[in-house]
């Protein structure tokens, strides 16, 4: 979906050259990981365990290869500790909610579809931000835009001028995201922009 | 301490029904919502959390370090992957008009897609059975659509 603009021969080659090389630093990354669930799937990390994994993690790795993503950012232990905290509340709170919804005589559903404006820049972030919104109470992401990063948000029980209660949820849900995972500049430039379009 | 502990046992227990509890208003939910959207809540969250309780019972329950870890790990690959179903699922439907458009409180969707050049197709312009084809949403001709507005 990404557009290009037209580039000289050279400067796609290049290109290409640049992300292959950081694709194979991230494949190390993905081998390592895939290994480790795979030593936690069998649930014990003898040798043979380990190499199997190994070996199993390049045959996937080569069969269903992926692109590389951006990532300027590092993860900080500390956000993501707070992140995988407030999911787990996020989602009691949330399952609370719809089951009494779902238990109640009449259920009173108002729903609207809501444009969210991210403050980010950056692929994981975006997908990280749909993936916690749709945990939190009351929303599922229906539509995403990588050009403009705007995600698209179905409230269940909302009125309308709750609007912009949701879009100031939804950027402290991207916050967590950032604070989990970005560098320090990307951080402040989010919340930078989060404050400029607030303003408007 | 181990899994044999009666309190452990008891927590367990307590972690096992409310777990149950969870899925069953999911499966509720599913039944009584009225949309294809509204029924994806109720399939993402109270499931994902009802499935995560009833874990960490397992988890309780066994007291080991292999069971710990399968447990932690099909957790979080639910987590990961509930909402990425979810919204595939959801945008199909939002596209093919299968939800309750005429009581949508607000749709900044909908006017979004209208200036990407998406409209909508006329009725009985295409076999669509018994799928309401003044809400679904059909692509732009490709001249007309903006390449700004991709993406």
């Known amino acids: ?200 | 301490m181990s899994g044999a502990d009666p309190i452990i046992q008891l927590i367990a227990a307590m972690l096992l029904v409310l777990g149950c509890f969870f899925c069953l208003s999911a499966a509720v939910g599913l039944l009584r919502f009225p949309d294809v959207i509204t029924r994806l809540h109720a399939a993402t969250k109270p499931q994902v959390f009802g499935l995560v309780l009833i874990l960490s019972a397992i988890g309780l329950r066994l007291w080991s370090w292999e069971s710990t870890c399968l447990v932690v790990l099909v957790a979080g690959f639910q987590v990961l992957t509930a909402p990425v179903s979810a919204h595939m699922v959801s945008r199909t439907a939002y596209r093919l008009g299968l939800w309750n458009a005429n009581e949508a409180v607000i749709d900044e969707l909908a006017e979004d897609l209208e200036d990407a050049g998406y409209t909508h197709p006329p009725e009985d312009d295409e076999p669509g059975g018994n799928l309401p084809a003044g809400r679904r949403w059909r692509t732009a001709a490709v001249p007309a659509r903006p390449r700004r507005d991709r993406g």
């Open chain 1, 1 to 200: 979906m990404m557009s290009e603009e037209k580039r000289t021969p050279g400067e796609v080659m290049h290109r290409h050259r640049t992300r292959r090389r950081m694709a194979w630093r991230h494949q190390g990354v993905n081998v390592a990981f895939l290994t480790l669930v795979w030593v936690m799937l069998n649930g014990n990390a003898w040798p043979l365990t380990v190499v199997t994994g190994l070996v199993l993690a390049l045959l996937v790795m080569w069969v269903f290869p992926l692109p590389a993503i951006q990532w300027q950012g590092r993860p900080r232990p500390l956000g993501l500790l707070m992140l995988v905290g407030r999911l787990l509340f996020d989602l009691a709170v949330a399952s609370f909610r719809l089951s009494v919804t779902a238990f109640s005589r009449n259920p009173r559903i108002r729903s609207g579809m809501v444009r969210i404006p991210l403050g980010s820049q950056g692929d994981l972030y975006q997908v990280g931000t749909a993936s916690i919104l749709t945990i939190v109470p009351g929303s599922v992401v229906v539509d995403a835009r990588r050009k403009t990063r705007t995600l698209y948000l179905h409230v269940l029980d909302m009125e309308p001028e709750e609007a912009q209660d949701v879009v100031e949820e939804a950027r402290r849900a991207e916050m967590r995201i950032l604070r989990a995972f970005a560098s320090n500049a990307e951080i402040r430039d989010a919340a930078q922009a989060h404050d400029e379009e607030g303003v408007r």
